[in-house]
């Protein structure tokens, strides 16, 4: 299994940045997928959640109204739009896949595939 995440950068406050997360060795379809961050000396947060099928999601709090969780099962690709960024939303960003049946889609450890993540860096 392996989750590559790309389109992270550097970017002043206020501005935007896609992230995606091409899967691939598993039915992409069959797993709920998550965007989480870790900025330095924080632990690993959730950004976003999404289903299997896009028909629920879930954003952190700080999050809402300004990122966008998404996928193309087509594809084999989970989406980030991330609008009007902000100093605080510095930090590696990873994607991983749910895993089956946990209940735990906010933490770590309801997740059991990880990509590498992408640095994203917000200026001001």
């Known amino acids: 299994v392996q989750l590559q995440a790309s389109g992270g950068g550097l970017v002043q406050a206020g501005g935007s940045l896609r992230l995606s997360c091409e899967v691939s060795?598993?039915?992409?379809?069959?797993?709920?997928m998550g965007w989480f961050r870790q900025a330095p000396g924080k632990e690993r947060e959730i950004v976003a959640h999404?289903?299997?099928?896009?028909?629920?999601?879930y954003y952190e709090d700080s999050v809402k109204g300004r990122f966008t969780i998404s996928r193309d099962n087509a594809v084999n690709t989970l989406y980030l739009q991330m609008d009007n960024l902000a100093l605080e939303d510095t930090g590696i960003y990873y994607c991983?896949?749910?895993?089956?049946?946990?209940?735990?889609?906010?933490?770590?450890?309801?997740?059991?595939?990880w990509g590498r993540g992408t640095q994203v860096t917000v200026s001001s």
């Open positions: 991983a896949t749910h895993r089956s049946g946990s209940l735990l889609f906010k933490y770590p450890q309801g997740y059991e595939h």
């Open positions: 999404i289903s299997r099928n896009s028909v629920t999601t």
């Open positions: 060795g598993l039915t992409f379809n069959h797993y709920g």
